[in-house]
């Protein structure tokens, strides 16, 4: 299993399970086993069942390429979950090279280390460098009872992603 940009709680979780091999990469976290560029990973072609990319793609400039290197990596019959901030209320993705600055970035797409408004086009972003996908509403994948409880959005998108 492959985790990009591991975070305490997930890594916790994920590094306890038995018969998993897991590695953790990332461009500055302390908890990367690789520093990596996610749009030039260094491992070899299929090397993943599992890859957990959760909220990353919003930061990489060149998302495509990282979307290619994820696909890359994924072995045959694998699957990953690719989240990211995604807005509902518009068809296509919104990103403007020109915006640099961390206060404008902070206003145009939500972040100051944001470099793009995902929209309701992120999935066909990801079809197109070869991912089949299967989005899941949290409200249709968890009771009521466990999205209060691990205050999930229950309109939240899982993007759910397997190779062929």
Not at 48 to 65: A, P, S
Not at 103 to 124: E, I, L, N, S
């Amino acid at each position: 299993m492959l985790h990009i940009a591991p975070a305490q709680p997930f890594y916790k979780h994920f590094g306890a399970l038995e018969n998993v091999d897991y590695i953790t990469a990332d461009l500055e976290s302390p908890l990367a086993d690789f520093k990596v560029d996610l749009t030039k990973l260094p491992f070899d072609d299929y090397s993943f069942d599992i890859i957990f990319c959760n909220h990353v793609l919003e930061h990489i400039e060149d998302d495509k390429t990282a979307m290619k290197e994820l696909f890359r990596v994924m072995k045959k019959g694998g699957w990953g979950i690719f989240q990211v901030p995604l807005d509902h209320s518009i068809e296509t993705t919104f990103e403007d090279s020109s915006i640099i600055s961390q206060k404008d970035r902070a206003t145009h797409f939500g972040q100051y280390d944001h470099v793009r408004v995902y929209a309701m086009d992120y999935f066909d972003r990801l079809r197109g460098v070869g991912f089949g996908v299967n989005p899941i509403k949290c409200a249709d994948m968890f009771t009521a009872k466990s999205i209060e409880q691990y205050a999930l959005d229950p309109d939240e998108i899982l993007t759910v992603c397997h190779k062929k």
